[in-house]
């Protein structure tokens, strides 16, 4: 039999070949002490993986709650842009970047990679104006300003319509151009 790993016991047997036929035991396993030894290990690891497997499990006690304060920091910690209306409300700039990417997919032979949004130093409280740096990768023969007029078009189109802030800039990075 080939060795199928580096656990060679001392008669020439691997211990892959001893696990693979734990249940079959040969007149060699039975007789060799070596592959005995290791068959008998392998039966207590099987055993006990076993009992493992049937063991109930509950989680720690506030898990849960301890999860979800993490979640919370960190969507605080994220940047967040103001929505139209009085200030108060405010978008995460994860989620605005998600729905621009989005956008940009949408154009054929586009794939967006990034997306950098901030609020714009020209915005105000009733008119809220964002600033994007988009990441895309675009396939080679799709290298060209109609490419970019429409992922310009569908970019501007969901920030107003989607989110409804205004963009008072859109810088297009092409980072990769994509092949076939």
Known sequence: MAVTSDYVLPCGRDVEEVWEA??????HTRACPHCAAVRESLL???EATEEMAREEVEPPSGLVSRIMSAVRADVRRSGAVPLPGDGLARISTRAVAAV???AADGVSGVR???CRVAEAPESTVPDPVIEVELTIAIAAGLVTRETYDEVRRRVLAAASARIGVRLARLDLVVSDVLEG
Not at 22 to 27: A, F, G, K, Q, Y
């Open 44 to 46: 207590v690891l099987r």
């Open 112 to 114: 967006a990679r990034g």
């Open 22 to 27: 734990i249940d079959l035991s040969d007149e």
């Open 100 to 102: 621009l990417r989005y």
